[in-house]
């Protein structure tokens, strides 16, 4: 009887406890389901309030009519310049930071610990510090209106990157090391040929978080970009608010539904590497 009401009793722990994750998951995804069902609603609909996520009319239309864009140039050119950003800074951080990982881990030299102290500083540094001093660096430099601002600093590597790497590497046995030195390898052959396949859940990782920051980013494109032929996504959303017309909030939500595909599918490809990639790393949320 006792084993009975203790299994009944767990049972019901587990009902409870999934209903509860069910309801809480919902109300964190409500409010992207409603976007995406807000790109299918008329402008009165959505202005409306209404909290409904089934369409009273289905507006197909905001998807063609976002997609043209402004001023001749379509939202196709705008989601090209966010590929090629994201793309370029995504390899370049990458890269520079396993490289610079690799050095911080693995070889001893002269000031290495006041480097590697300079370099974790850099990130208890808000980004708005440093924004106006890049600027004016890029504007003598003749870089303002282009991808060079955006793109050519993530090839220098991120601090939160190398420290990832970093960690993973630690996993790493330098014994592995010492044996291709054995066999006549010199540092960068051990990197390229022992340490750097090896590191394929950070370097999953890095991409992923480096892939969505540079998609997402706003404030990068609109201090440095101003042809409109050069927008990113997220900076061509902004101009569906328009304050001398009505906002088009249908064709506003159609594209912002669109620019999450991209994310999402790298997510849903990349998850299992990302999650492996964070717990080896030792860096949880």
Known sequence: ?????????RRLTIIVYHVFVAIFGFIMVYPV????SGSLKTNVE?????????????????FTTGWAGFAGVSFGTFFRNSFIISSISTIGVTLSSSFVAYSFARM???????LFTIMLSTMMIPGQVIMIPQFLIFHRLGF?????????PAFFGGAFFIFLIMQFMVSIPKELDEA?????CNKYTVFFRIIFPLLKPALITTAIIQFYWAWDNFMGPLI???????????????LFAD?????????MFAMSTLSLVPVFVMFLFFNKHLVEGINTSGIKG
Do not use: H
């Open 243 to 251: 304050t001398a017309s009505i906002t088009d909030y249908g064709a």
């Open 33 to 36: 389901l409603w976007m995406i």
């Open 46 to 62: 959505i202005v409306s309030g209404a909290l409904t996520l089934i369409p009273r009319y289905w507006r197909w239309d905001n």
């Open 180 to 184: 291709a030195i054995c066999d006549g």
């Open 1 to 9: 009887m006792t084993n009975q009401r203790a299994v009944t009793k």
């Open 108 to 114: 001893r030299f002269k000031g290495r610990v006041i």
């Open 144 to 152: 303002v209106n282009t991808f060079i601002p955006l793109t050519v």
């Open 224 to 238: 440095y970009l101003n042809s409109p032929r050069l927008f990113t996504v997220s900076l061509a959303l902004r």
